[in-house]
């Protein structure tokens, strides 16, 4: 077993630093490998810490230092700028992993949520949709997109989305959330309002939003 695969193994055993010792062996051992730096780099910026998070980035980018086109270190790069709350940077970083042979729902539904994130949500939309045609099971992408879909008032696509990962997962506060507001915004139908935003605080007593819209539109009806 060589030390790249030992690091991984170590990452998944949660033995972190057994994994820093079996990075730095694999890059002491081929240094002008950009596997060795990449695995670290995804180590670091899984720690969440802005402190690994900078050495993260040095990572990623000696990795592309010794392999422009590493699609694999710039989609690490991109998932770092993200959690780093530098959408713009993340986003051109997804496209061009995108472009560059990256495949799956992930890329396209991470790109979605940078653009979204940047204000940008009729360019997020094509994005998000796609990652929804690539994983249509996938409920935290169905429940994303609805939420897009209806910030862009496109209300009964946004009805299908919601409903569907309501459905199936039928404990999730905020596919409930935000059916009980696009009841109340898109259809007027109060009741099926009230009963979503009551099973949402419910499930998670500490949905603050979802009280307070309940609370508005029961005393609307007063």
């Given at each position: 077993m060589d030390h790249n695969t030992e690091g991984i193994q170590a990452i998944r055993n949660e033995d972190y630093e057994e994994a820093v010792k079996a990075f730095t062996e694999a890059i002491d051992a081929n240094p002008d490998d950009p596997i060795g730096y990449i695995n670290f780099g995804n180590l670091l910026a899984s720690i969440g810490r802005e402190e690994e998070a900078l050495k993260a980035e040095k990572f990623f980018q000696k990795a592309l230092a010794l392999d422009p086109g590493s699609m694999t270190a710039v989609y690490g790069l991109a998932g770092l700028y993200y959690n780093l709350d530098?959408?713009?940077?993340?986003?051109?970083l997804y496209e061009k992993a995108i472009r560059g042979g990256i495949e799956g729902a992930d890329a396209p539904y991470m790109l979605g949520k940078s653009l979204e994130r940047t204000g940008k949500l009729k360019l997020a939309l094509p994005y998000m949709q796609r990652a929804r045609e690539l994983s249509p099971d996938d409920l935290q992408i169905r429940l994303s997109y609805g939420i897009l879909l209806a910030s862009l008032e496109m209300f009964h696509q946004a009805m299908d989305e919601l409903t569907f990962v309501a459905e199936h997962d039928p404990d999730n506060a905020d596919a409930h959330y935000n059916l009980g507001?696009?009841?109340a915004v898109s259809t007027?139908?109060?009741?099926?309002a009230l009963s979503h935003l009551e099973k949402a605080f419910t499930i998670s007593p500490d949905h603050i939003q979802a009280r307070e819209v309940y609370n508005m539109i029961s005393q609307s009806e007063e």
């Amino acid at each position: 077993m060589d030390h790249n695969t030992e690091g991984i193994q170590a990452i998944r055993n949660e033995d972190y630093e057994e994994a820093v010792k079996a990075f730095t062996e694999a890059i002491d051992a081929n240094p002008d490998d950009p596997i060795g730096y990449i695995n670290f780099g995804n180590l670091l910026a899984s720690i969440g810490r802005e402190e690994e998070a900078l050495k993260a980035e040095k990572f990623f980018q000696k990795a592309l230092a010794l392999d422009p086109g590493s699609m694999t270190a710039v989609y690490g790069l991109a998932g770092l700028y993200y959690n780093l709350d530098r959408y713009e940077e993340a986003a051109r970083l997804y496209e061009k992993a995108i472009r560059g042979g990256i495949e799956g729902a992930d890329a396209p539904y991470m790109l979605g949520k940078s653009l979204e994130r940047t204000g940008k949500l009729k360019l997020a939309l094509p994005y998000m949709q796609r990652a929804r045609e690539l994983s249509p099971d996938d409920l935290q992408i169905r429940l994303s997109y609805g939420i897009l879909l209806a910030s862009l008032e496109m209300f009964h696509q946004a009805m299908d989305e919601l409903t569907f990962v309501a459905e199936h997962d039928p404990d999730n506060a905020d596919a409930h959330y935000n059916l009980g507001v696009l009841y109340a915004v898109s259809t007027q139908q109060r009741g099926h309002a009230l009963s979503h935003l009551e099973k949402a605080f419910t499930i998670s007593p500490d949905h603050i939003q979802a009280r307070e819209v309940y609370n508005m539109i029961s005393q609307s009806e007063e």
